[in-house]
């Protein structure tokens, strides 16, 4: 920071108060002012990566793809090595190239696919939250009581 004793948890200055004009992301006032005309821009594409799984889903894919194009490559390389230390890294490139494949399989059966049934799930809650709720402000000003708890 600036050395003086005290400051080192000091937060860094916005624009116009430091002495290099920096903000808090680190840009000056030109890239910050061209950062936000491509956000405001791009606001439907930017809320959507902020808020989804679109950064893991493009990572997983890679992964996937990079894992079973190693996985193939050291099959064959250690078809056609006979060499002792090309054999250990064509073998070292083909497990590789298997746990990272597989490791992605395993993902998407822990990780996603029970994310995506869980947002399945909450999206018919919600769609039949919203019809009982319409039901209920036409029929008589009162939502009724879905457990029949009411009815004593």
Do not use: C
Request: charged content about 15%; hydrophobic content about 45%.
């Amino acid at each position: 920071m600036t050395g003086d004793p005290g400051t080192a948890g000091a937060p860094r200055p916005v624009a116009g108060d430091g002495a290099r004009g920096q903000d808090a992301l680190g840009l000056g006032p030109l890239e910050r002012d061209a950062l936000l005309s491509w956000v405001g821009e791009n606001l439907t594409l930017v809320r959507r990566s902020a808020s989804g799984q679109r950064v893991s889903y493009w990572i997983l894919g890679i992964g996937f793809v990079v894992g079973l194009t190693a996985h193939i490559v050291g099959f064959l390389l250690k078809t056609w090595v006979t060499t002792e230390p090309l054999l250990v890294m064509a073998d070292l490139i083909y497990a590789l190239g298997w746990a990272l494949w597989t490791g992605v399989i395993v993902v998407m059966f822990v990780e996603i696919w029970p994310e995506v049934k869980k947002r399945q799930y909450k999206q018919a809650l919600d769609a039949y939250e919203a019809a009982v709720g319409r039901q209920g402000t036409a029929g008589g000003g009162q939502a009724p009581d879905p457990a029949g708890a009411g009815d004593a």
